[in-house]
């Protein structure tokens, strides 16, 4: 997709806090082009940008899910710690503090790969945090790959949604192991760690309804300066019936 498909969701951070856009400087993922996404926080205030695709039928999606793709890469900086990038899906409204579906980096070193509910208090200003797995969820986490990575490693993931005649909504995790494929060729796969997770119309499994419909795309947020986010190969797709 290209800048044009993607707008800033409002309550994202300004440029003085944190610098984002395209750049041949860095390392693309396996199968990249010459250009990655990335946001560098300039300094500690807390907080944090993402982006929303724009296109006819995804501003909002209407009633159902869709997925998101993407490589993601928590390079670092000036330390290991105090940001966390993501995919998003069912984005509520337009704000950052709204509620979503997330799948990304936690804020941890080494790190996890994370499916979290963001929380109604703070939305997806919560980020991706190195709460543990509970039931009721903590912070919002859902569920937790069981293998860390280490700054500076690419992945690239998938985050499913699917809304069901019931009022379920099924949400579903893959990785595409990007020391044997490219971006632009994926095998996806499960995540040890995370299995499917059901969002349930009784609310049990969360706490609070299904997300259904909204904005999907891709940020970050951050709490330290000298902090950076890289993003490669972004996909969406929207659920129809």
């Given at each position: 997709m290209a800048s044009a498909d993607w707008t800033e969701?409002?309550?994202s951070l300004?440029?003085?806090s944190i610098v984002r856009g395209v750049t041949a400087g860095l390392t693309p993922p396996n199968g990249g082009g010459s250009f990655v996404y990335g946001g560098a926080s300039l300094d500690p205030t807390v907080g944090g940008v993402a982006l929303y695709a724009n296109a006819s039928g995804f501003a909002?999606?209407?009633t159902f899910g869709g997925s998101v793709r993407g490589a993601v890469q928590r390079k670092g900086g000036g330390g290991n710690q105090g940001f966390s990038p993501f995919l998003y899906l069912c984005l509520q409204s337009l704000s950052f503090t709204a509620q979503c579906y997330m799948l990304g980096l936690s804020d941890a070193d080494p790190h996890r790969i994370v499916l979290v509910k963001a929380?109604?208090?703070v939305g997806m200003g919560g980020g991706i945090p190195a709460a543990a797995v509970a039931s009721p969820p903590v912070q919002g986490v859902l569920a937790a790959s069981t293998r860390t990575f280490s700054i500076g490693t690419w992945l690239h993931l998938r985050l499913d949604a699917v809304v069901n005649a019931d009022g379920d909504t099924v949400l579903n995790c893959y990785q595409n192991d990007l020391l044997a494929n490219t971006v632009g060729s994926p095998v996806w796969a499960a995540i040890p760690g995370i299995p499917q997770f059901i969002d349930d119309v009784l609310q049990v499994n969360t706490g609070s309804a299904p997300l259904a419909g909204g904005y999907m795309g891709f940020?970050?947020?951050k709490s330290l300066?000298?902090?950076v986010a890289l993003f490669d190969e972004l996909e969406i797709i929207r659920q129809t019936s």
């Open positions: 969701v409002t309550g300004s440029s003085g909002p999606v209407i929380p109604a208090s940020g970050m947020v300066g000298s902090r």
